[in-house]
Antibody, heavy 117, light 106 residues
Framework: EVQVVESGGGLIQPGGSLRLSCAASGFTVSTNHMSWVRQAPGKGLEWVSVIYSAGSTFYADSVKGRFTISRDNSKNTLYLQMNSLRAEDTAVYFC???????????WGQGTLVTVSS | EIVMTQSPATLSVSPGERATLSCRASQRVGSNLAWYQQKPGQAPRLLIYGASTRATGIPARFSGSGSGTEFTLTISSLQSEDFAVYYCQQYNNWWTFGQGTKVEIK
């Protein structure tokens, strides 16, 4: 059974750093493209970052230069390192697997990041 | 950036009735369009990809159509479990989502 489970969210002060994890089972992270998608409270969905199977990474303009996506193949886990956090980064962060069509076919339950002093 | 616009923002429908949701892209995206369902406190669930292909396990009452810039999600006979927020997403040029349509009980 395909499953992804996020962790690492919490309350952090503006300017701080946080690392999110997404542990996958039932498939291999390194052979799929994997994305992070976030949802601010009461708002819609925003794509944040992607790592392709070949290892190339891309970011939304809103997080470019502050966030870094990576993976650990030995742990079958995806990460999102978030630096210089701002209040507007407050959101539930979802990890999602890219399907064959490049839509997102499996999602985790999300982890809440709150940036506040 | 490709902007996705969904209408209406809220759709009030009685159980058993048909629901028709619309999504418009600011640029042509071919058939690179997906629909997701999200219930409160849950992750989005993929319903449709390729504009019209149902994802694994999705009931036949969900159907998608359209190409280019205009897309439609139809729920033929609403069940109680279908009341939720629905998002369209283009994946022709990175990924962007519409703002969502809330389907509520009339």
């Amino acid at each position: 059974e395909v499953q992804v489970v996020e962790s690492g969210g919490g309350l952090i002060q503006p300017g701080g750093s946080l690392r999110l994890s997404c542990a996958a089972s039932g498939f291999t992270v390194s052979t799929n493209h994997m994305s992070w998608v976030r949802q601010a409270p009461g708002k819609g969905l925003e794509w944040v970052s992607v790592i392709y199977s070949a290892g190339s990474t891309f970011y939304a303009d809103s997080v470019k230069g502050r966030f870094t996506i990576s993976r650990d193949n030995s742990k079958n886990t995806l990460y999102l390192q978030m630096n210089s956090l701002r209040a507007e980064d407050t959101a539930v962060y979802f990890c999602a697997r890219g399907g064959e069509s490049h839509s997102f076919d499996y999602w985790g339950q999300g982890t809440l990041v709150t940036v506040s002093s | 950036e490709i902007v996705m616009t969904q209408s209406p923002a809220t759709l009030s429908v009685s159980p058993g009735e048909r629901a028709t949701l619309s999504c418009r892209a600011s640029q042509r995206v071919g058939s690179n369009l997906a629909w997701y369902q999200q219930k409160p406190g849950q992750a989005p669930r993929l319903l449709i990809y390729g504009a019209s292909t149902r994802a694994t396990g999705i009931p036949a009452r969900f159907s998608g159509s359209g190409s280019g810039t205009e897309f439609t999600l139809t729920i033929s006979s609403l069940q109680s479990e279908d009341f939720a927020v629905y998002y369209c997403q283009q994946y022709n040029n990175w990924w962007t989502f519409g703002q969502g349509t809330k389907v509520e009980i009339k």
